[in-house]
């Protein structure tokens, strides 16, 4: 069920205002002056004039650590329990990016711990009004359609229009004043989202075909990977922020008494020294990816090239989180990427 | 089973490590005392043992020969030697004066010359004896060393963080003091304490030391570059808390 809803400023925050007082609405509020994906308290918080949030959206169902298992002596179990809420203002590139988490987390063995708390939300997309410094969605992965979404909001003259993508979405029509929207306000609001797209500071220039295929043959230019990650921390930020990225990391801890404990997942960092190391058994190890450049390269291979096939696209999705977060202003996909395609 | 028994000692520091102990408060620490014995701990108690232990807990750095004889007799008999604080792991900030050569005049004025004031380079114990573990950090992480602890007890190898500060403000959705005009050295700190000075908008002074592989000189280029340092202040910054870590230690 795909329908278009008109409603005006003032009546759109009364809409957000009765749905925070009876769901958790989870949306992008003011940090400082960056900005953060956090439960509502109240409409005002709500902040759909953000440029980009500091942590992807993902932590609402993949948090940076999460208990899977309680055990106590010989009892144990697991710590699914999902919690019904709604992610109100997520931009389209963010939208993607869930997209190809709900797929990666879903091959092979279905991971509940994942997809128990993405099944529990409804996911409302926003239209970009401003532009982060390092964005580049505009350019890249254009094949690879936003979807699995519940419904968008775009902001258009006088108010918003609300499109809706099936049940979950259509549910919430119910706490606001919507009208159908007019054939002309469904053009404007198509319009407000086509324009934003050419209007990124940085932009890829060839196809992720293209990108994907001359990324994957500058594998074994050492000196190139060398030179890029010299200024390379190994710190893991560009990892970390990234709203595609999905490892992470297992342990057991006890409590206090000894007898109790969890076993937790941490998000993870492939660009960190020890991400790669594995037990050789007898307390040796061995590091599959020692150095820093192989680390640095193996990310841009698996944002360029390596998931391709399996997510129709590029598992970048051009937010630009990692190009800010880093310190050495060296993990930019765009910059690496259009390196590679000019050489 | 028998309770580990656990011993804390102390060579040059401010023993705020064993103190930082004591502020688990008493519900936490008298569950502690569930499962371990603490046979020697002079912040809290005034017995001392000779006896063997299985889990010595070594404050301090290493900063006198003549302190030698008592870290191997505590090796001797310890089953399991831990570096307690940043002092015993790394030197800690009394590295800080292993590059000069004036500090006794500097700190001691005209007593510089008293014969207990005598001390050599400031290093971490384990340039005397072998350590087992770290538990890293100025004051050390009590909920780390639980941690430890309570994986040494059921004999599994702790697992101490080789990967900077910059993992946990990422994972804590930190505003990275970089971003905000400031400066910060956690790209090159060992992680493990959850990253609370940044989150206060403090930065990271990497009290845990470094992380295995520091990359120096892209933080000395970073921080001349983006926190506006001068020269030699980017490139003495990291001396104080990891002057042994540091590819110019003495």
Redo the contacts between chains.
Sequence with gaps: MMNAYFITEKDFKNFVSAMVQSLTVIGPVA????F?FAKLESAEDLRLDYDVT??PPK?EFFP??QDMVRFEKDKYEGCISPQEKILLGVHFYDIKAIDMTDRLFREKNEDWNYLANREAATIIGSNIQTISERAFWGTVGKDVPPKGHDGFITKINGGYVYETRGDKGEALVKFGSFAKATDAQVKEARAVNENVMGKCPEKLNRSSKEIAEKVRKAFSKEAFWEALA????????CN??CPTCYCFDV????N???VS?ARTR??D?CL???FAKVSLGGGATENFREE?AERFRHRIMRKASYLNEKLGGPACVGCGRCS??C??DIADPVNVINKIMEA | MAKAKVAFFDFTCCEGCQIEMTNFGDAAFLELLNHVEIVEFREVMSEKTKEPIDIALVEGSFTREADRKRLEEIRNRAKIVIAYGACAATGGVNALKNHMTDYKEDVYGKDAGMPHLDSQKALPISAAIKVDYCVYGCPMDKYELLRILSHLLHDKEPVIPNYPVCVECKRNGTICRYQEGDHCIGQVARAGCGAPCPADGIPCEACRGFVDKPNEKALKKVLIEKAKFSEKRAESKSRIFSANLRSDAQ
Excluded: H, M
Aim: proline share 3%; glycine share 6%.
């Design positions: 940090k400082r002056k960056k953060v500091l942590l932590k940076p650590s010299e200024d390379c921390f190994s710190c893991g930020s970390i922020v342990q057991d801890n006890w206090l008494d000894q404990g941490y998000w960092a960190t020294e020890d820093r800010a977060a310190t050495s």
